[in-house]
């Protein structure tokens, strides 16, 4: 037996914020709102098992990098094209000393966790 990723948990000091933002990089929407929480995911009849997210309010700061980020990639156009929509949904760029040589951007969402834009990945 094994186990899959059916939610990720990110505490954040405005969820709603956050849950615009992250709906909108991700095509999700809202699912449920629980206590302050909000949980979005994939439309009904989006197709794969991926996991939902739960935006949780939280007053605690946060101090230095997250160990765990998450990695975007571009379904239907090109990275530069991907990272433009992104910027404009409320993303900005993050320096967590790169080269400059990467293919890929990283990015900080509006409460400043960091996430990576890959190029498109072509289906097999």
């Given at each position: 037996?094994?186990c899959?990723?059916s939610?990720l948990?990110l505490?954040?000091?405005?969820?709603?914020?956050?849950?615009?933002?992250?709906s909108?990089?991700l095509?999700?929407?809202?699912?449920?709102?629980?206590?302050?929480?909000i949980?979005i995911?994939?439309?009904?009849?989006?197709g794969g098992?991926?996991?939902?997210?739960?935006l949780?309010p939280?007053?605690?700061?946060r101090?230095?990098?997250?160990?765990?980020?998450?990695d975007?990639?571009?379904?239907?156009r090109?990275?530069a094209?991907e990272?433009?929509?992104?910027?404009a949904?409320?993303?900005?760029?993050?320096?967590?000393?790169?080269?400059?040589?990467?293919?890929?951007h990283v990015?900080?969402?509006?409460e400043?966790n960091?996430?990576c834009?890959?190029r498109?990945?072509?289906?097999?």
């Amino acid at each position: 037996m094994s186990c899959r990723i059916s939610e990720l948990v990110l505490n954040c000091t405005d969820p709603e914020l956050l849950a615009r933002f992250w709906s909108g990089v991700l095509g999700y929407v809202e699912l449920d709102r629980e206590d302050g929480s909000i949980e979005i995911g994939p439309p009904a009849g989006f197709g794969g098992l991926q996991p939902t997210i739960i935006l949780s309010p939280s007053s605690n700061p946060r101090t230095g990098r997250l160990p765990l980020h998450i990695d975007v990639n571009p379904v239907d156009r090109d990275q530069a094209a991907e990272l433009e929509r992104l910027l404009a949904l409320g993303a900005r760029p993050a320096d967590v000393g790169q080269s400059g040589d990467e293919n890929w951007h990283v990015l900080q969402d509006p409460e400043g966790n960091e996430f990576c834009l890959l190029r498109r990945r072509l289906d097999p």
